[in-house]
């Protein structure tokens, strides 16, 4: 669907006028994969996918929304006197949640808006829609009624409208890619501190190819909870030998010193991965500034593993993905994305190999699982923002 057509329908819903359009992404993470609660780095990019919103002030308090991708739940209107939570109004509590918190956080917004949402990231890919629509709600809003606004202060209010409004306790990771992306860069980000450095990300004659395996990710909520005790287990036996406060903080040498330390034999490997994956993730800014590509994607391939042998959250879909893509001409590097057990993998492919890549990754998952994944091409774009008159006619 293209913004013409989103402009249409805006006005065939609200009327004929004036609308402005904004952009906000999906994102994934290149590497650093759950080294977040464990003190260490993210290494995550904004995409090419992502929410669009075409928009408009009105001169009252009330708020109409719609989403093309939820057509079936009509507008949802509500007022500004009234932004609780209702279970009824299904999506649009993200976007409410958004605008609640920043008039809670003593940004004027005097009236209403007319909102049309539309979403070209595929539903349970695990590239954190949600996130996405809370931004491009954020500027929206920001630009609508001249707010003058920090670009961190929005990024922090998209993640506690996930925490404090819509209840899920997630970290700071998704709202910063998405606020804070830049076209062909990466982002290091110490999810502790917010300290953040941009890595350049010019893959030439490549392309990023993500990859679902459109699975349900059934398991990876429990799974999430016992990974994050079991490393919580090695970190406390760790803490009686060393002065630590999370395991991000420890060299790969000095894990391997102390790991006869931790009793869990479990434990271990867990731990094990946390440090390594986050020394890759420290490596990874490395080769990417030496515009070392090749380096970068054997990184990308060691991640992997480690999240299969050590961490043990990838599953047979995953790992029928990713060692199916390694198999390939082409390609210089693949690996699960997210949370796991499900979900989505990314490859980095050369350009004039990715339609031979597609043809028989897809054939030989669906060979060992039954049915197809889905996969589309999608690189490292901006963060969120309005959308020039140039970048709405494209």
Known sequence: MVVSDLKNKFMELYGERDSRVFFAP??????GEHTDYNGGYVF?????????????????????????NFSDKGVMTFHLDDMSFQENHNWANYPKGMILKLIEAGFDIPYGVD??????????????????????????????????????????TGQK??????????GIMDQFAIGMGKKDYGILLDCQTLLYEYAPLHLENYTLLIMNTNKERTL???KYNERREECESALNDLQLYADIHALGELSSKEFEELKPYINNPTAVYRAKHAVYENQRTKTSLKKLKEGNLQGFGELMNESHVSLRDDYEVTGKELDTLVEAAWDQDGVIGARMTGAGFGGCAIAIVEKEKTEMFQKKVKAHYQSVIGYKPSIYEANAGDGAKELTEEEVIQ
Not at 147 to 153: A, G, I, K, P, V
């Open 26 to 31: 999906g994102r994934i993470n290149l590497i």
């Open 44 to 68: 995550p990019c904004a995409i090419t996918k992502g929410t669009y919103a075409v928009a408009t002030k009105r001169e009252d308090r009330k708020i109409r929304m719609y989403s093309e």
């Open 115 to 156: 909102v049309l949402f539309y979403g070209n990231i595929p539903n349970g890919a695990g590239l954190s829609s949600s996130a996405s629509i809370e931004l491009v709600t954020g500027v929206l809003v920001e630009s609508l009624f001249q707010l003058s606004m920090e670009r961190m202060d929005l990024v922090k």
């Open 161 to 170: 409208v996930e925490n404090e409004f819509i209840g899920v306790n997630s």
């Open 220 to 222: 990876a909520s429990s």
